[in-house]
């Protein structure tokens, strides 16, 4: 009775969104997707008949307007669950859980540890995804739009602290030491996690409208989670199974309202 | 998705914010693409063949590569040996030194009108290359290019959202935040199209007046 | 520690996309010249109002904001393009809108002198056009499209802000996978040099293959 | 004025007088204000539909055509088809008439005009009488009943004017084409006309045969024209 | 060859045989493949330096060209400029006169020409006669030591011609600076000059008095051409 599911078997694969910002997403040199959240949906679509995904790469603030305008069929990118996301996209249980982090220059000249510090010091600039949960606290915190600088992609997060142009940019944990570790640069420090910011979690994110799917996919999630065939996938990546499974949808997207 | 004017208010400042600096990239742009433009032209006279050679060559550089790919570079590898520019001064660097290899052609034309009679005459006046270039040959050769630097300053014009891979607040960059945070592409994208549109529309009429001006110069 | 070989295949791999999108919006924006070029000429008002609209609409509007419209609010409207489909669209109409503008001007250079020749031997209009007219001006138009094709093959870099995977696009991933900016830029304007040498000298010898014969009757 | 079938005239006249006009009026090159024109019996500018004359389309146009062929002062040749393709094209186009027939013809009409070694040349390579010879091939391509010439050796090198008169020599012996020649020759026109006309400011000011018109003008302008030619070293 | 101090000398002779080719060398506006020239005692192409000759350079160059002012046959007048400014601009630039005394110096010699009314004129608003006068006058604003003139009146209407020459005679009249002067115009160079030079391919082919030149040529080519200057409704 799936309209959305039988279209996408027939079809063979499912157009799945990403940032290629590991371990949550990434390329690798040959092309192959790979990543957390990729990993786990390309395993249960494959149980729901769908033998592949392929991927795109976008830009976060891209994702949504690009799910509602019919150009992916599922977000699977650590894009992380928040109120206002839950109202204009079906989130499937969640899958990667994660605090946030600040990339700082060493000895974190500025000692800006939460978002309040970057309130208080007008001298002192913050660079984040677009449109994401990053900016919302940020406003929230008395920081002026003017001084979050909506960075394109990761990379160029990194090199604009490692050049001055802000002071901190900020991620999940496990993608800034991600970032670190490649960068390999002693003059980088990171603040983790930052203080007075709730553990969130991400989840697949479908059209609404596409709950049916949605729901088909929760149950595939659901059994992997209890097989531990979920926690095989993911840890690897350094994420915890257990915070993910000890949480629902239901919580997340309550929460914060 | 349907339209709706409320939202469109509501996000009419912060375009308009984006505007202003939209308008004052292309002006300062512009400025500097008038001076490279000069600088390269002049350079490829050079009696130094080395020198108009590699200015030639890195001119042709610049011309055949994207602006898009030139601003990344001089965003994010200059700082690797110390040269580090605010977004703005990056951009408008970026668009300067590309549109002045574009505006060098017109200065090249402009400097071959001028008759031959005229260096001749400058030099039984026993004028010297500087007081040749800057009183007799560049004011008779620059007002009849106008028009078509004018021509090169709307093109630059509407490639000023490219500035916004390099975080210049400029009109498409307030666009795309406003669209990031609200999940909304219509309204922001089709005012973006709707302002440039408007002014690329305003300096037509700009231009046919410059052609008029300072078309062409009695003799 | 990086895999040098295998991130030069991934951009080698965006070089291809780069490659299809200039081809195919070279091709897309060949017939659009002509299209809309030859309606400006139409007897038919009409006709001439709409070839009108069409190149005022496009290069009077940023080919960037064209893109984002195209791919981002035209779903909205229940067209749903394919980031490369959009690419294409877009470069070959804006690129096509210019080319307009060439082909009416190449057009109208030919002597009137060979339209009556066409009248006295009883040739009809499109008949002259075809025969007589296109081959000729098509020789003129030849240099400027071939600046316009390097103007396109610039333009595509663009494409990747629609996460295309292009040249530049995949610049970008290098980027961020080996955590080096100046290797894959510094990659890529080298390669986007090299394709608009490329593009330069095929036009030049295409040029002098139609010209032959026709030595000492145009310059 | 009426023109005979298979007459030939000289056309006359000081510069501005009209002569080119009215040539290019009959190979519709230019529009007319009033009067009518008729060629073989048809309008040229006008149809009867309905009994009523009615300014003509563009169909009825291109069937007046087919009976007139013109020769311009700088031959129009088209520059990026070599000589045998400048003569084909009408022929092949308007007529359906096969490439083999139409070379067929061609080679006749260049042989005619003795450059048959030049088929395949390019015009940019021909010199100026070459070039009016092939001009004048490509017009008799099309086999039309009226022939018009406008000052065609005006532009030559004198060595090179007597080459293309000697084909127009030919041309008016062989055939029984209706001709009109525009010339500030004088000598040619005299051999070649049945009846001259000398025009001046738009119209027709005298006319006759040519011994009457260069021997005995009539009138005084005429007499002062023919002198100016001659002072000029035109021989009558 | 030799020229005097304040000599005037007329160089004539046909087409394409080296006047202006000449002027133009003395005004460095050419270069030499050989040869040496001397300029009031001075090398102009070369430069004495440690006893030897060498290439001069753009210094010397400039010196040297102090001495010299040209006059061109199109006047090449700066129009951008009123005709005020195309007479004070290089003395202001080139030797630091101020702009009260340049313009002051000005006045007398547009007053000279005739020409004290058409100060803050553009050089588009003038005829060709009154060009040719602002430019002589731009050149004696330099006061140099010699003047060359190339065919200053041959791109002149014929009626403006007169007031050019009536300039030239006073100057030669009431200077005594050395002038060269190309010209076609025969009678004028035979009341103006002290000597006259014929040139023919590219050297002197005979030189004399205006009247032994222009009465009595030894030569036969100096005759011939003469001949043909008569022919063509020049006076002598
Ligand atoms: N009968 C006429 N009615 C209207 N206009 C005329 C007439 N005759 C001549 N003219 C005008 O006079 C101008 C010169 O005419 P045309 O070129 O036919 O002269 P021509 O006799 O061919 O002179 P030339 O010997 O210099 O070629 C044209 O612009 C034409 O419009
Ligand atoms: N002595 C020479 N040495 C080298 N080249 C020469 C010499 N004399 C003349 N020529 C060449 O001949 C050409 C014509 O010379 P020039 O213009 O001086 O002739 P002219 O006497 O001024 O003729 P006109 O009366 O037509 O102005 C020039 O290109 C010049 O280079
Ligand atoms: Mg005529
Ligand atoms: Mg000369």
Redesign the interface.
Known sequence: DDAKLDELKAQGFARVAIANEPPYTAVAADGKVSGAAPDVARVIFQRLGVKDIVASISEYGAMIPGLQAGRFDVVTAGLMMKPERCASVAYSEPVLCDAEAFLVRKGNPKHLMTYEDIGKDSSATIGGPGGGLQAKYALKAGVPSDRFIVVPDAQSGLKMVQDGRIDVYTLPILSINDLVKKANDPNLEVVAPVQGMPVSCDGAAFKKGDEALRDAFDVELAKMKKSGEFAKIIEPYGFSAKAAMSTTREKLCASAQ | ?DWDWNFVQEIMPTLIQGVKITILATVLGSILAAIVGLAIALARRSPHRLVSRSVGWFAE?I????????L??IF??L??IGI?L??LVAGVIGLGLHYGTYTAEVYRAGIDNV?R??W??A???????R?TWT??IL??AI?PMIPALANYFIAMF?????LS?I?V?EL??QA??V???S????EP??L??AF??II??CS?VLLRWLEHRYGK??? | MTDWSGYLNLILQGAMVTVQLTVMGAALALVMAFVAGLGRLSRFVAIRCLATAYIEFFRGTSGFVQLFFAYFVLPLAGVTLTPLQAGVLVLGLNVGAYGAEVVRGAIRSIGREQYEACTALNLGRWQGMRHVILPQALLIMLPTFGNNAIELLKATSVVSLISLADLTFQAQVVRSQTGSTLMPFATILLIYFILALIIAWGVRTLERRLARGLDGVRV | MQVMPGEKLALIGPSGSGKTTILRILMTLEKIDGGHIQVDGEQLYHMERNGQLMPADERHLAKMRQKIGMVFQLFNLFPHKCVIDNVTLAPMLTKGVTRVAAEKRAMELLDMVGLADKAKAMPAQLSGGQKQRVAIARALALSPKIMLFDEITSALDPELVEEVLNVMRKLAAETDMTMLLVTHEMGFAHDFADRVLFFDRGRIFEEGKPDEIFRHPKQERTQSFLKKIIAAGHRV
């Open positions: 998705m550089f011309r055949g590569t994207p602006l898009l790919v030139q990344y570079f994010y590898v700082p690797d580090l605010p977004p008759p009679g005229q001749e005459a030099k039984a006046c026993n004028l010297g290359g007081h009183h007799i004011p008779q007002p509407k490639e000023t959202p490219l891979a975080t607040l498409m960059n795309k935040i669209a990031n945070s999940y909304r592409y219509m994208m089709t973006v199209g440039f549109l690329s529309l037509v110069i009695e003799r």
